[in-house]
């Protein structure tokens, strides 16, 4: 009980720290389709259009502006990294899909608590858009 009620005061400071890093390393993900940190850039569009969706969304999802609108986008780009990337090679967590279920389940929380409190969103128009 105790531990509930300290997580729980804590609610908004937690989810603010979950979307930095989930936000974050996603930006991360995308960032080395194009090179950065590897040094060696895809060559694929596909995989281009998809690194700079990755970015887009994770900073989105980090700053907290439009946040629903970006958990839409990468629930979606999982969808689709999952169906044409891992699937394909069985059902299988843990055939290098594991990151993609983990960003899609995120995501789907994303949807859910959009960006709380502590999003650029909220505290500057004191709403959500979407």
Known sequence: ????KFFESRGDLIW????IVFG???ALHGLSKFGIPTGTPATDMLFIVGGAI???VGIAVLAGFL????GLA???QMAVALAMFHLPRGFD????GELA????AFFLVVLAYGSGKYGLEKMALKKELL
Do not use: D, H, S, Y
């Not at 967590?93 to 290098?96: A, E, F, M, S, T």
């Open 93 to 96: 967590p843990l055939n290098n």
């Open 54 to 56: 990755e970015i887009a």
């Open 67 to 70: 946040t629903r609108l970006a």
């Open 24 to 26: 974050g390393m996603f």
């Open 101 to 104: 279920f983990l960003f899609l």
């Open 16 to 19: 603010l720290i979950a979307r």
């Open 74 to 76: 990468g629930v979606l």
């Open 1 to 4: 009980m105790i531990l509930g």
